[in-house]
């Protein structure tokens, strides 16, 4: 069981660079999520998505974009990446909008702006 | 006022002991609460979930206390394998369903 799938799995890049984090998920989940993490600290929700089609910006969504053209795939566009966004990135979902549902991460992208 | 505060710790703890840490929020209209865990520069997964009752798991606890608005991880019989990182999570209690991530309790449990 694939789950969800992150790529990729660690990253550098130099800022000013653009790059998109992929996304995917085989549950056929609705709901998908992406996080950020810095040390030390709790997870921060960039952007959400409740179905195909359907975007809401979380916590800290400046800087980042993200689309939803399928149920499956909910890729992270960086467009003009700065050293602030160093972080670790975890991509989530669940299955249902409501109360009690687990989200189920991937095992998350190491990114490191120079 | 954090919207789920945790004590980072670390909890050192030696195997065999009973170690509990609580979390507290500040959304009343909370409804949902759970407690993952995360190894090290891993991704968290679900622990528990946290019902109005407390409900139990083998060696882990989980209580609520809506009143006080805090919820507590009781783990018994520690063993090696327990350390981690233990993240509170509570749901925004909108519609929108976010869930609000507390920055975790690091548990390290001793020989």
């Known amino acids: 069981n694939a789950g969800v799938t992150q790529t990729p799995k660690f990253q550098v890049l130099k800022t000013g660079q653009s790059m998109t984090l992929q996304c995917a998920q085989d549950?056929?989940?609705?709901?998908m999520y992406w996080y950020r993490q810095d040390p030390g600290m709790g997870l921060k929700l960039i952007y959400y998505?409740?179905?195909?089609?359907?975007?809401d910006k979380g916590e800290v969504p400046n800087g980042y974009n993200v689309s939803r053209s399928t149920t499956e795939d909910f890729p992270l566009r960086l467009e003009l990446a700065a050293p602030s966004q160093t972080s670790v990135y975890f991509c989530?979902?669940?299955?249902?909008?409501?109360?009690?549902?687990?989200?189920?991460f991937g095992q998350g992208t190491r990114l490191t702006v120079v | 006022r954090k919207e789920v505060e945790q004590d980072p710790g670390p909890f050192n703890v030696p195997e065999g002991a009973t170690v509990a840490f609580n979390c507290t929020y500040s959304?009343?209209?909370?409804?949902?609460f759970f407690w993952y865990r995360q190894d090290c520069r891993k991704e968290p997964k679900l622990l528990m979930s946290v019902y109005s009752s407390g409900n139990e798991d083998g060696r882990f606890t989980a209580q609520l206390n809506r009143a006080s608005q805090y919820i507590s991880l009781l783990i018994r019989d520690s063993k090696l394998s327990d350390s981690a990182t233990y993240l509170c999570v509570v749901n925004s209690g909108d519609s929108n369903y976010q869930l609000i991530w507390g920055a975790g309790t690091k548990l390290i449990i001793k020989p």
């Open positions: 959304n009343s209209a909370s409804q949902s």
């Open positions: 549950m056929n989940h609705n709901s």
């Open positions: 989530a979902s669940s299955s249902i909008r409501g109360r009690n549902t687990e989200a189920f």
């Open positions: 998505s409740v179905g195909a089609g359907i975007t």
